[in-house]
């Protein structure tokens, strides 16, 4: 499982749904990734954002507000566990994925196989 925050202890749930929105610091956050972790964080989101295409969301049914609510908890886990905070930190969390799959340039990523 790829969670961001677990695989680098450094970068909060917090910090990470915080800034969903806001395309510098999600970017910042990728940026600040090690090595390792970004690189598989880059190859999912491409892939993310190869389906969230309008002419395969069409066929797959699978539009960007349904791929984020499917991987954001891949991507992010919520330390809390209050009802009320976990329903609150999902939606930030689908707009951090959302967010990535929108903004972050995997243009290097096209063909390469892992």
Known sequence: MLTVCSLN??????????????RA???SI????????RNVLMFIIHFLQEFAISSVSHLTKMDINN???VWAPNCLRCPYEDPTILFENT??????VRTLVNELDTED???VDM
Do not use: Q
Request: proline share 8%.
């Open 9 to 22: 202890p450094p970068f909060s749930t917090d910090r990470c749904v915080n800034s969903a929105g806001d």
């Open 25 to 27: 610091e999600v970017l």
């Open 30 to 37: 990728v940026d600040e990734l090690p090595e390792l972790n």
């Open 67 to 69: 791929l984020s609510m």
């Open 91 to 96: 939606r930030k969390e689908m707009m951090f």
């Open 109 to 111: 990523w096209e063909g």
